[in-house]
């Protein structure tokens, strides 16, 4: 079981900056992949960003030039940095862990655990 608690969001404007984190549980952390996905009202959930157990990287194109995720095994600890944010970031967004199925990718089925998620609000 792994637990994954995400902090760092907030309000904040166009074009302005954020970073998000996730800590996760568990001695294991840096052999698995983890993902960052937000969902929007009314919407799907939605890829943002993926990171391998080896530092493999995979962005949304959405998001391709302003955000950053990145990992530190040492603080079991996942981080998105998001610059140039845009009203259309608004969402929850959320990391994901695959422990288990050790997916690396864009789908959101296919990890294994799951934070409560944090609200991003970007105003105009």
């Known amino acids: 079981q792994v637990q994954l608690v995400e902090s760092g969001g907030g309000l904040v404007q166009v074009g302005g900056s954020l970073r998000l984190s996730c800590a996760a549980s568990?001695?294991?952390?840096?052999?698995?992949?983890m993902g960052w996905f937000r969902q929007a009202p009314g919407k799907e959930r939605e890829f943002v960003a993926a990171?391998?157990?080896?530092?493999?990287?995979l962005y949304a194109d959405s998001v391709k030039g302003r955000f950053t995720i990145s990992r530190d095994n040492a603080k079991n600890t996942v981080y998105l940095q998001m610059n140039s944010l845009k009203p259309e970031d608004t969402a929850v967004y959320y990391c994901?862990?695959?422990?288990?199925?050790?997916?690396?990718?864009?789908?959101?089925?296919?990890?294994?655990?799951w934070g409560q998620g944090t609200q991003v609000t970007v105003s105009s």
């Open positions: 994901a862990a695959s422990p288990k199925s050790k997916y690396y990718g864009r789908s959101w089925y296919d990890y294994d655990y």
């Open positions: 568990g001695r294991t952390f840096s052999s698995y992949p």
């Open positions: 990171i391998s157990w080896i530092g493999s990287l």
